[in-house]
């Protein structure tokens, strides 16, 4: 099954951290850090407005890896996520995702994968392993 991602050529997919996904992640977590929730708390702290919550990047994560490979049959081992600026209300994010490696002999491909933003910058890159079932 690991053939399908040999001739696969990765995949980019923009996301926005719109106040519904905002919200949604919010009441799922329960974490109502004044980072993400207080305006002027995150402007205390140097921030231009209220920082996004970096585990949203997460979920995007997921819905690359459920909806976006040849091949549904997998299962996330692990990941792991670096983030390099804060994303902010409203923002669109390009998600970009390719294989880096590829273990035949036990159904696993591990997949580079990063976010940046509308200006470039970096928002947060990555690895993650998932398995074939």
Known sequence: MT?????WGGVKKEFTVTPEVYTAFQQCSGDFNPLHTDEEFARSKGFPERV??????NAFVSALIGE???IKDVIIHSQDIQYKNPV???EHLEAVM???EIFESVNVVIFQFSFRKEDGKLAAKGH???GII
């Open 3 to 7: 053939e399908a991602f040999y001739r």
């Open 52 to 57: 996004m919550y970096g585990n949203i990047l």
């Open 68 to 70: 976006m490979l040849p």
């Open 88 to 90: 902010f209300m409203n």
């Open 98 to 100: 390719k294989v880096d």
């Open 128 to 130: 993650i392993q998932i």
